[in-house]
C-alpha cells in the first residue's frame, strides 16, 4: 500500500510542475499563484521539466510493477491531466468533468490498492462531491479576481457567470449530500434473526434492531461541512484548493475530523 502511495504521488507531482509549466505566464498575473516557484522564478524552467519526466517515468514504472489494474488508473490518470494541461482546461463545462474525473481517479486507485467493493452509490457520491469541489474551484477563481484579470489567467473563466456558477454549485452540493444520504440508508450489516421468533411483527422489529445504520448518524456532519465549504468558496482566496481549505479552517477540519471518527467507529466499532 505504501508504495502504492508513493508511485501515485510522485505522478501527481509530475502533473503539478507540468501544471505550472503551462501557466507561468498566467500564474504571474494571479494575486496568489504568482507566488508559486516556477512562477515566482525560484524554480527554472529547465528543472521544472526535468522533475516532470523523471517523476513521471519513475511513478508510471513503479505503478506498473505493482498491479496491472493499479497501472491503467494511474497512466489514465496522467493522460488526463496532461490533457487538462495542454488543452481541456480551455473547454467550459469539459473543464470542470475533468477535474472531476481526476478526483474520481484517486479514490479507485485508493479502493484498487485496499481492494475495497465500491457500491453505486458510493460511486455516485464521489462523482457529486468532486464535481462539487471542482466548481466550487472555478467559483472561488470567480470571486477573487476582475472579469478582465480572470480572463487573463484563464481563457475559460470567460465564459463562466456567477449566476451559472452558483447554479452549479447548488446543483452539485444537493447531489452530493443527497448521494451520501442514500450511500448510508443502503449501507449495513445484516446480524441473523433470531430464529425461535415466530410471529411477523416480531421478526421485523429484530430485524429493524439488527441491522447496522449507525452510518446515518454522518449526515448532519456532512451537511455542515457542506455548508462550510460553499460559505468558504466566497472568501475566494483559499476555495481554489480544497486540501488547502481542509487545513486551513478550523470548523471544517473539525468536520471531517468528527466525520472520520465517526465512519471508523461504525465500521469498526458497530454491532457484529
Known sequence: MTEAVVAFTLVAVAIYFLNDLVDINADKAHPFKRKRPIA???????????????????????????????????????????????????????????????????????AIVINAHLSIWFLLCVISTSLFLAVGKRRAELAILTEQSATAHRKVMGKYSPDILDAYLSMFSTAAFLSWALYTFNFYEQIPTPTSVSPTSLVLISRTLTINKWLMATI?????????????????????????????DMPLLMAVGVWGLMVAGVLYLGPR
Open 40 to 110: 515566482a522564478g525560484r524554480i527554472s524552467k529547465g528543472t521544472a521539466i526535468g522533475v516532470f519526466t523523471g517523476a513521471s517515468v519513475i511513478g508510471l514504472l513503479w505503478s506498473q510493477s505493482l498491479s496491472p489494474l493499479f497501472f491503467v488508473v494511474v497512466l489514465g490518470y496522467w493522460v488526463l491531466q496532461v490533457l487538462y494541461s495542454l488543452m481541456l482546461k480551455n473547454l467550459e463545462v469539459v473543464d470542470v468533468f475533468v477535474i472531476a474525473l481526476g478526483f474520481f481517479l484517486r479514490v479507485l486507485a485508493g
Open 220 to 248: 448532519p456532519v456532512v451537511i455542515f461541512g457542506i455548508m462550510r465549504y460553499i460559505r468558504i468558496i466566497y472568501d475566494g482566496a483559499r476555495a481554489e484548493s480544497p486540501e488547502r481549505v481542509i487545513l486551513s
